[in-house]
């Protein structure tokens, strides 16, 4: 009775259905700004932090293995769909499994691996950056639409060095988001029972 129990049922599949759908229209807003060259590595900013607050009250729907697994999957298909690369799903596999460790570790009970979750969970924005160190001219070759200046000025604010940078971003502003999202829902997150 307690291994059905622990399986994924259909509310739960609605629930991820539901929360995947509110984060990826957070993440289609401000991928917007993304038109704008000085906004595209800020996006390893605000998309962690504004998708902290419904990531969080996802996570106190949380009770069992796999729901945001299949979350990171749905975000990392979300954006092929959109034109972007298959890395953001490699890199989701990886946060995907990474995140569900960390939630098991403190029973789906717990503040801080939830917000160590929200960290964790964010990386997977990092991987929408890859091509732009691994492959700029093919990452360029589908948007020439933008313009030169555009691919210019966006070309000089993504040297090497960056990578790492923006790949730590994801984390901590997914951290920071998380926090956020806690203070903001205290009330759920007493009323599931995580402390």
Known sequence: MKEKAEKLNGKDLINIGIYS???FVIVFAVALLGFIPIFMPLLTVLVPI???IPFMLFLTKVKKAGMVFIM????????????MSYYA????????TVSELILKKGNYRSTQCAVLTS???SIWVWGNFIPLFTNIDKYFSTRQSFGQEYI???TSLMPTWMCPVLFVSCFVCGVIGGLIGRSVLKK???KAGIA
């Open 89 to 96: 799903l490699i890199v989701g596999l990886f946060s995907g």
């Open 21 to 23: 759908a509110i984060y």
């Open 50 to 52: 504004l998708g902290g």
């Open 188 to 190: 759920h997150f007493v």
């Open 72 to 83: 990171t999957l749905i975000m990392g298909i979300m954006m092929q769909l959109t034109g």
């Open 119 to 121: 960290g964790v969970f």
């Open 152 to 154: 210019d000025t966006l």
